[in-house]
Nanobody
Framework: QLQLVESGGGLVQPGGSLQLACTAS????????IGWFRQVPGKGREGISC???????YYAGSATDRFNISRDNAKNTVYLQMNRLRADDTDNYYC???????????????????WGKGIRVTVSS
């Protein structure tokens, strides 16, 4: 069965950090671009960070200076290190995998082949 599974979410205080992981089963992540998305009310899922199959990284919005995406192909996993978390980072986060994605197209939902079910991140004191 081909699937992506997110892990590492939970409750964290403002200013804290979390590391999300996106692990694939049934296929090899190495050949895919991986994006992290959050659910924006009224707008659907918006990309916040992605990494291409060649390891080129992209960030959007407030993730640019606070988050870091990386991949460990040996573990078939992509990570999103989230630092200096704020209350407005509270959301459901999803990872997605897509092939033949160029430039920052991995920040967009279109073209993604597989999606995880999402994981909750809550930033609160």
């Amino acid at each position: 069965q081909l699937q992506l599974v997110e892990s590492g979410g939970g409750l964290v205080q403002p200013g804290g950090s979390l590391q999300l992981a996106c692990t694939a089963s049934g296929f090899t992540l190495e050949y895919y671009a991986i994006g992290w998305f959050r659910q924006v009310p009224g707008k659907g899922r918006e990309g916040i960070s992605c990494i291409t199959d060649r390891g080129i990284t992209y960030y959007a919005g407030s993730a640019t200076d606070r988050f870091n995406i990386s991949r460990d192909n040996a573990k078939n996993t992509v990570y999103l290190q989230m630092n200096r978390l704020r209350a407005d980072d509270t959301d459901n986060y999803y990872c997605a995998a897509g092939r033949a994605m160029y430039g920052d197209s991995c920040l967009r939902r279109l073209g993604m082949d597989y999606w995880g079910k999402g994981i909750r991140v809550t930033v609160s004191s």
